[in-house]
């Protein structure tokens, strides 16, 4: 994830560090290439004026000789030597250790021919200059520094008018952070003297409000159909109730109405679970309070003890003092679920258990091979087609953990199922 | 013993009266708000029958109409609405039960009975059945005056069974009574079967004449 102002800070930055890389180089040739010409210039003139001036002072042979002896020790920087022929003048830099200045020194040279009164004398020239590598550190130093300096100018400037070009963004993104469906009310977007700003207001706000409506058309729609169904099914429901008074029922008429009863409660269950589907995605139960999980299932335990011993399965509840901060009501339907799901797929004869551990309660039942784990949290996915629950009892239990972060998760292994949930 | 039914859904109104009269009940009806208000603000009932949501208004505002009057009547809330919500704020505006639909007519008849007990002072605490007595403050049951020993369950049992004297129950609206809301999250019943068999067994090992009769298996039946 990048950051907004930082992305547009982010091209200026790379554009000014590659010109002052760039600018490394180009400052040190053209520093070196004015050094060196200078230099070069200089030597030349020194040069002619130490021909000028031998030449002008008319002395014999051999006293020139001797005082281009003399000058060789005396004069710093340069060097005679008696030359046999004539060679073309070489300017060129070089690095050596100094004895003088006891370092190692870089110095321009000029190797060029004099004649005085008719012999030819090699002379070298050479001026101490700044080392090369010294130069580049120094020109890098410096351009660094500059460099920190925009850098710093940049991020500073950037985020003072950033900041004032992007604060009705902001401001938006604000508030749009805190808009919430369930509220059933749009956000209030702050007003903007920016078209732009404006139009993405106006379009948020559009879209918003359509939102809040399909929202809340399909909340009353799943309620109402919900409601709608309950008194069909009070109808049938008394309706049987009634047919079972009369006197003229022999057994098969009572299966048949056995069979009934069953069917109805099970379209009962169905429907009883969408609407609390819909209601726990609607968000609603949001009251909480802290809750004992082991009395809870204490309280749980005197419905279902009598439905373990007619199934003949052992159960087992080790839960002792943990307590979760949630809203009771979906507490005791998330656990009564999964201690439904446990009952009903266990074998006469299995085993059903429950414990806590920290911050985690672990359903183990006996199974006899694992059930599909990414059918077996939706929505009328029937993890086995021999027990018929209403296919909701576990896509339950998963939108209760979600909305408390908590995780649920399912695996299989010595001929147990085992549903976690980690609190 | 009236009863009056406050139910916009004339099928159900008319099989809630069907069960309840056969109960020697004395049932009357009424389909919307008006008709409620008029009849609660006329005349007394043992125990109201009350859904909420009524073509014309608020159920609970009957509540309110009967709290101002300092009327006595039984109020059962029968509602499509099941939450906890809606509950406590039935429960709140003063009624004595409240029961979601769909529910049972033995459960209905289970709750009126039990209103009408709480609801009348006189020596009512006392249910009498041939020679079976149940003490409803202590919980005592006695048959020939000798203690019987029931689990809560049993005890639950046997007066539902006695408010649905004569009635044949199925065994899903007894394992509903017995077990509440996770009764519909299971096909099989059998276990209400080891209960009824208790309870039996206790009763007759007492002394008490075979009133309590199974039907095919799938039935049950207290005749008194």
Same mark, same amino acid.
């Given at each position: 994830?990048?950051?907004?102002?930082?992305?547009?800070?982010?091209?200026?930055?790379?554009?000014?560090?590659?010109?002052?890389?760039?600018?490394?180089?180009?400052?040190?040739?053209?520093?070196?290439?004015?050094?060196?010409?200078?230099?070069?210039?200089?030597?030349?003139?020194?040069?002619?004026?130490?021909?000028? &001036?031998?030449?002008?002072?008319?002395?014999?042979?051999?006293?020139?000789?001797?005082?281009?002896?003399?000058?060789?020790?005396?004069?710093?920087?340069?060097?005679?030597?008696?030359?046999?022929?004539?060679?073309?003048?070489?300017?060129?830099?070089?690095?050596?250790?100094?004895?003088?200045?006891?370092?190692?020194?870089?110095? &321009?040279?000029?190797?060029?021919?004099?004649?005085?009164?008719?012999?030819?004398?090699?002379?070298?020239?050479?001026?101490?200059?700044?080392?090369?590598?010294?130069?580049?550190?120094?020109?890098?130093?410096?351009?660094?520094?500059?460099?920190?300096?925009?850098?710093?100018?940049?991020?500073?400037?950037? &985020?003072?008018?950033?900041?004032?070009?992007?604060?009705?963004?902001?401001?938006?993104?604000?508030?749009?952070?805190?808009?919430?469906?369930?509220?059933?009310?749009?956000?209030?977007?702050?007003?903007?003297?920016?078209?732009?700003?404006?139009?993405?207001?106006?379009?948020?706000?559009?879209?918003?409000?359509?939102?809040?409506?399909?929202?809340?058309?399909?909340?009353?729609?799943?309620?109402?159909?919900?409601?709608?169904?309950?008194?069909?099914?009070?109808?049938?429901?008394?309706?049987?109730?009634?047919?079972?008074?009369?006197?003229?029922?022999?057994?098969?008429?009572?299966?048949?109405?056995?069979?009934?009863?069953?069917?109805?409660?099970?379209?009962?269950?169905?429907?009883?679970?969408?609407?609390?589907?819909?209601?726990?995605?609607?968000?609603?139960?949001?009251?909480?309070?802290?809750?004992?999980?082991?009395?809870?299932?204490?309280?749980?335990?005197?419905?279902?003890?009598?439905?373990?011993?007619?199934?003949?399965?052992?159960?087992?509840?080790?839960?002792?003092?943990?307590?979760?901060?949630?809203?009771?009501?979906?507490?005791?339907?998330?656990?009564?679920?999964?201690?439904?799901?446990?009952?009903?797929?266990?074998?006469?004869?299995?085993?059903?258990?429950?414990?806590?551990?920290?911050?985690?309660?672990?359903?183990?039942?006996?199974?006899?091979?694992?059930?599909?784990?990414?059918?077996?949290? &939706?929505?009328? !996915?029937?993890?086995?087609?021999?027990?018929?629950?209403?296919?909701?009892?576990?896509?339950? !239990?998963?939108?209760?953990?979600?909305?408390?972060?908590?995780?649920?998760?399912?695996?299989?292994?010595?001929?147990?199922?085992?549903?976690?949930?980690?609190? | 013993?009236?009863?009056?039914?406050?139910?916009?859904?004339?099928?159900?109104?008319?099989?809630?009266?069907?069960?309840?009269?056969?109960?020697?009940?004395?049932?009357?009806?009424?389909?919307?708000?008006?008709?409620?208000?008029?009849?609660?603000?006329?005349?007394?009932?043992?125990?109201?029958?009350?859904?909420?949501?009524?073509?014309?208004?608020?159920?609970?505002?009957?509540?309110?109409?009967?709290?101002?009057?300092?009327?006595?009547?039984?109020?059962?809330?029968?509602?499509?609405?099941?939450?906890?919500?809606?509950?406590?704020?039935?429960?709140?505006?003063?009624?004595?039960?409240?029961?979601?639909?769909?529910?049972?007519?033995?459960?209905?008849?289970?709750?009126?009975?039990?209103?009408?007990?709480?609801?009348?002072?006189?020596?009512?605490?006392?249910?009498?059945?041939?020679?079976?007595?149940?003490?409803?403050?202590?919980?005592?049951?006695?048959?020939?005056?000798?203690?019987?020993?029931?689990?809560?369950?049993?005890?639950?049992?046997?007066?539902?069974?006695?408010?649905?004297?004569?009635?044949?129950?199925?065994?899903?609206?007894?394992?509903?009574?017995?077990?509440?809301?996770?009764?519909?999250?299971?096909?099989?019943?059998?276990?209400?079967?080891?209960?009824?068999?208790?309870?039996?067994?206790?009763?007759?090992?007492?002394?008490?004449?075979?009133?309590?009769?199974?039907?095919?298996?799938?039935?049950?039946?207290?005749?008194?």
């Amino acid at each position: 994830m990048k950051k907004l102002l930082d992305q547009s800070l982010r091209p200026l930055v790379m554009y000014a560090m590659v010109v002052l890389i760039v600018s490394i180089p180009v400052y040190f040739l053209t520093i070196n290439w004015i050094w060196e010409n200078e230099l070069d210039k200089h030597h030349y003139a020194i040069r002619e004026k130490l021909e000028k &001036r031998l030449t002008s002072l008319d002395l014999p042979d051999s006293s020139v000789s001797d005082m281009i002896s003399v000058l060789d020790k005396v004069q710093p920087g340069f060097s005679f030597t008696q030359a046999t022929a004539p060679s073309p003048d070489s300017s060129y830099t070089l690095i050596r250790f100094d004895t003088f200045m006891n370092d190692r020194e870089q110095f &321009r040279c000029l190797m060029t021919d004099i004649r005085v009164n008719g012999t030819l004398l090699r002379v070298l020239i050479e001026t101490n200059m700044e080392e090369i590598d010294e130069t580049i550190l120094a020109i890098a130093a410096v351009t660094i520094f500059f460099f920190i300096l925009l850098l710093a100018g940049f991020v500073y400037l950037n &985020r003072k008018t950033s900041l004032r070009l992007w604060r009705p963004f902001y401001d938006t993104l604000a508030s749009l952070q805190s808009f919430r469906l369930e509220g059933g009310k749009p956000a209030a977007l702050p007003v903007s003297q920016v078209t732009e700003f404006t139009d993405l207001n106006q379009s948020l706000d559009r879209l918003m409000d359509a939102s809040l409506a399909s929202y809340k058309q399909q909340k009353e729609f799943t309620e109402n159909a919900s409601h709608e169904l309950q008194t069909p099914l009070a109808i049938v429901k008394s309706k049987l109730d009634l047919l079972l008074q009369s006197r003229s029922l022999d057994q098969p008429q009572m299966q048949i109405l056995e069979d009934a009863y069953q069917a109805i409660n099970r379209v009962t269950r169905i429907n009883k679970n969408l609407l609390l589907l819909a209601k726990i995605e609607h968000a609603q139960f949001d009251q909480q309070q802290n809750i004992s999980v082991a009395e809870l299932f204490h309280a749980l335990d005197a419905h279902f003890l009598d439905r373990f011993e007619s199934s003949r399965i052992h159960y087992a509840q080790q839960v002792s003092e943990m307590t979760l901060k949630a809203n009771p009501m979906l507490l005791e339907i998330l656990l009564t679920n999964l201690l439904v799901n446990a009952l009903r797929y266990t074998p006469a004869g299995g085993s059903v258990s429950v414990r806590a551990d920290q911050s985690k309660l672990l359903f183990a039942n006996t199974g006899i091979s694992p059930l599909d784990e990414h059918s077996l949290f &939706r929505r009328f !996915a029937q993890a086995s087609h021999e027990h018929a629950g209403s296919g909701l009892g576990l896509a339950i !239990a998963r939108e209760i953990c979600e909305r408390y972060n908590w995780q649920i998760k399912y695996d299989f292994d010595c001929g147990h199922h085992h549903f976690t949930v980690i609190f | 013993m009236k009863i009056l039914i406050i139910e916009d859904e004339p099928e159900l109104a008319a099989d809630i009266g069907a069960y309840l009269t056969a109960q020697d009940y004395l049932c009357e009806y009424a389909g919307t708000w008006a008709q409620a208000r008029e009849k609660v603000e006329l005349y007394r009932y043992e125990c109201i029958l009350l859904d909420l949501m009524l073509p014309g208004g608020d159920g609970l505002d009957i509540l309110d109409i009967l709290k101002e009057q300092g009327q006595q009547d039984g109020v059962i809330i029968i509602s499509a609405k099941n939450d906890y919500e809606s509950k406590i704020k039935g429960l709140h505006a003063g009624a004595d039960d409240y029961l979601a639909k769909p529910f049972h007519l033995p459960e209905l008849a289970a709750r009126i009975y039990s209103v009408i007990r709480r609801r009348s002072f006189a020596n009512q605490n006392n249910v009498l059945q041939n020679e079976l007595k149940v003490d409803l403050s202590s919980r005592v049951v006695t048959v020939n005056g000798a203690v019987v020993s029931l689990t809560r369950k049993e005890l639950d049992l046997l007066l539902f069974f006695i408010s649905n004297k004569n009635r044949v129950i199925g065994k899903s609206a007894l394992a509903e009574h017995l077990s509440g809301d996770i009764a519909d999250m299971f096909d099989n019943h059998d276990f209400v079967y080891a209960h009824v068999k208790n309870l039996k067994k206790k009763l007759t090992e007492a002394g008490y004449g075979n009133y309590l009769k199974t039907i095919y298996a799938t039935g049950y039946k207290w005749e008194g």
